[in-house]
């Protein structure tokens, strides 16, 4: 056995179906984006929590998968930003029941929390203050920023891009002498871009995560298929998944139809004329069969090269 092939064994109904069809959705097929339905997909003894809005839809994992960041992926996470990446070894992504799906580095921090910098931010400010009164006035403004702003408060969304507003009009009144100064602000500039620095991230790493197939089963080819048969059932919509599938999709791969290769050689072949002696009949005779051969080279040699 291969060493990297996982087989799953078990009953029928014992839920090997699910597993797979869960896996799938780690990254579907375009057509498969929305496969997911609660009503079909969720426990139906459980289904009550959601029908009756004691649990949300998109707050249900379906499935969570763990990749491991070969050497390229950390490089390119160093690309975006080698001190906020440096710990990331692994990335995490999770398909939940409503179809959207969220993502996440282990050991990486995907925003900061205002009491990670608030001390910072405070000699900073103390800073700017004897930097003359436009110094004072931007030391006052992230006070009046971030009124009501909690330690646990992570700093994302609009509070962080005003906060990140604010430092690039500070920047001029930092003094360039003081290397202290100059790492605080450094450190408090890059607080409200972390979240941005975490989406370009995923940017990196999202289109690369492969895509995940599921065939359902195995359909087979029929060893003799009436063409004719198949092409009045195929026009009238009556076709029998099971037994055609297989053999349309042969069809559809070598560029045919069964309409198309069954009229190619659904005319008898020309019969001699009564009368052999009369050259205007045989000579009618000779091109129709000239024409029916050609024909009927024209189908076997279509149907060889589809063999090889």
């Known amino acids: 056995m291969e060493p990297d092939k996982t087989i799953v064994a078990g009953a029928n109904e014992a839920g090997k179906t699910a597993v797979l069809r869960s896996l799938q959705q780690v990254n579907p097929p375009a057509d498969q984006r929305d496969g997911l339905d609660a009503l079909r997909d969720y426990p139906r003894s459980r289904y009550t929590e959601l029908d009756t809005g004691g649990k949300e839809a998109g707050d249900v994992p379906v499935t969570r998968a763990t990749f491991a960041l070969d050497e390229d992926d950390i490089a390119t ?3 975006v930003d080698a001190d906020v990446f440096a710990d990331a070894k692994t990335f995490v992504l999770t398909r939940y029941l409503d179809n959207h799906r969220n993502w996440d580095l282990p050991g990486v921090s995907r ?25 004072q006035q931007l ?15 992570r700093l994302v969304g609009p509070t962080a891009n005003k906060l990140d507003d604010r430092l690039e009009r500070a920047l001029p009144h930092i003094d360039e002498e003081n290397k202290q100064a100059d790492a605080q ?4 500039r890059a607080a409200p871009r ?6 370009q991230a995923w940017d990196a790493l999202g289109p690369p995560i492969p895509v995940f197939v599921y065939y359902s089963q195995h359909f087979t080819v029929r060893p003799r298929i009436h063409l004719a048969n198949l092409a009045q059932r195929q026009a009238a ?5 099971e037994y055609d599938f297989g053999n349309l999709c042969l069809l559809d791969l070598l560029g045919f139809t069964a309409a198309e290769l069954s009229q190619m050689d659904s005319e008898p072949a020309p019969q001699l004329p009564p009368n052999r002696q009369d050259q205007n009949a045989m000579a009618a005779y000779q091109e129709a069969e000239k024409t029916w051969q050609a024909q009927h080279d024209a189908r076997q040699d279509k149907l060889n090269a589809a063999s090889a």
Do not use: C, M, N
């Not at 910098?117 to 400010?125: E, G, P, T, Y």
């Open 77 to 79: 996470l160093h690309d």
């Open 111 to 135: 925003s900061v929390q205002w009491k990670d910098v608030s001390k910072d931010a405070a000699r900073l400010k103390a800073h700017a203050k004897g930097r003359g009164d436009e110094g």
């Open 139 to 153: 030391a006052d403004e992230p006070d009046q920023l971030l009124a009501g702003v909690r330690d646990t408060t």
């Open 185 to 188: 602000f450094d450190r408090l």
């Open 194 to 199: 972390r979240y941005t620095t975490y989406k």
């Open 237 to 241: 919509d009556d076709l029998d998944q």
